[in-house]
């Protein structure tokens, strides 16, 4: 092969300009699955564990919701089933807001208690022998943060609603970013130089004959350095987001428990209602001035729509340690992926260390023979060092990684 573009040599040699484009497609095949190997391990670790709390967020909605409705149906159980329609829509949005969905914290805990005033004062504050119509309760809904019929427990729930899901939300979304930046970095588009560089290293002694030939390790750290120059740059932003991750896992708890929060939402819920029920004729009042008096028509047959049974032994189970587990399941999580904190910064060596280069003092490959060792300077990690880098030319930095790096400095903010 005289047309051969990279695996040229003074000696003859055994390879076709379509052998070595076939090896060139190998080289990059082989480096794209030595680094999935190295980042599986972490990669399963936060991809598990995003979906395992995920799982455990859902199940604490789901029990929270079924708190919430047991208490109307065995404290108020003549309005429970209008009642329970507000509570699953209240916790639907809980499970949106926590799952990433742009609504404020403030407007689903407000939503919620515009929706059951009218509930409320149907049954509780000025009940009939029918129901009020539906004109009447859309003006109740609107004037109730003006009427304020449950006196500060809003305010409260918006409070302790904020600091409790905020936390957990950060956290849930940091752990699909930390998925992001995994994948991001296993499938790395590779430039002109870097891949004819890693054809050079790998497959080039072949055309030789010397099939059992690995590249010194110097070599092998120049063209993986090289190659890696952008990924380099993200170790930096990766020990800042394990270091935030791990003082966010320490905050959520205290005030900023979650689980706490929505397990004991029915008890505010309660709170509201005792304080609607004690101030019901001023509230009689108040709404008079505001909607004029009570429009009404043929009242609907209520009952408890909601299946007690249904889910509680599951459930229960689950209660019982659940604050336990979440914060012993954040601390483990946490502890394991400590230990991935230089995971970039050593990437380079690993490689070449395990994988792909001759272990010190064996004869090995330099790109152009086989040798006793390789004599060329050896240049550091990241884009700035690469500009003495003697075997890949290495131009600005990759977009995909500048805007992953972005999202990292992003969550780290937040």
């Not at 076709?16 to 972490?42: C, F, G, N, W």
């Not at 896992?249 to 709170?271: Q, T």
């Not at 904190?341 to 064996?362: I, K, S």
């Not at 330099?366 to 990241?382: A, C, L």
């Amino acid at each position: 092969g005289v047309d051969l573009q990279v695996c040229t040599s003074k000696n003859p040699t055994c390879c076709t300009k379509k052998m070595e484009e076939r090896y060139q497609t190998a080289a990059k095949q082989d480096i794209q699955q030595v680094l999935q190997t190295s980042s599986a391990t972490l990669k399963f670790l936060v991809s598990h564990n995003a979906a395992a709390f995920q799982e455990t967020f859902e199940m604490l909605i789901r029990l929270a919701e079924n708190y919430t409705s047991t208490l109307f149906c065995s404290a108020y159980r003549n309005m429970a089933s209008e009642a329970t329609v507000h509570v699953q829509e209240f916790f639907t949005d809980v499970g949106l807001f926590l799952f990433g969905r742009d609504i404020s914290t403030e407007e689903l805990v407000n939503r919620f208690f515009d929706t059951l005033f009218p509930v409320v004062y149907n049954h509780v504050i000025n009940p009939g022998s029918t129901d009020i119509s539906l004109e009447y309760a859309e003006c109740l809904r609107v004037a109730r943060r003006d009427i304020r019929p449950f006196g500060n427990v809003p305010k409260r729930a918006i409070a302790q609603m904020g600091r409790a899901l905020l936390p957990s939300r950060t956290f849930l979304q940091a752990l699909n970013l930390g998925i992001e930046v995994i994948n991001t970095t296993d499938h790395l588009h590779f430039s002109k130089d870097c891949s004819r560089a890693l054809l050079r290293m790998q497959y080039c002694p072949h055309c030789q004959g010397l099939t059992l030939s690995k590249p010194c390790m110097g070599y092998c750290l120049n063209i993986i350095r090289g190659c890696l120059a952008d990924v380099a740059e993200v170790d930096l932003h990766w020990r800042g987001y394990i270091q935030s991750l791990e003082e966010l896992s320490r905050a959520m708890s205290g005030a900023y428990n979650m689980e706490h929060m929505l397990l004991n939402f029915h008890s505010l819920v309660n709170d509201a209602l005792v304080q609607a029920q004690s101030n019901g004729p001023e509230l009689s009042e108040q709404v008079n001035k505001i909607c004029g008096p009570p429009v009404r028509k043929p009242k609907e047959s209520p009952g408890c729509s909601f299946d007690q049974k249904k889910d509680n032994q599951g459930l229960k189970m689950f209660s019982r340690d659940s604050e336990e587990t979440l914060a012993n399941r954040r601390k483990t999580f946490i502890s394991h992926l400590r230990l991935y904190r230089a995971f970039y910064g050593g990437l380079e060596d690993q490689l070449c260390g395990n994988e792909l280069a001759a272990a010190d003092g064996l004869p090995c490959w330099n790109g152009e023979d086989v040798v006793t060792s390789y004599t060329h300077r050896v240049v550091g990690s990241g884009i700035k060092a690469q500009s003495a880098n003697p075997e890949v030319k290495v131009k600005g930095t990759d977009p995909v990684i500048s805007q992953i790096i972005d999202k990292l400095k992003h969550v780290i903010q937040v």
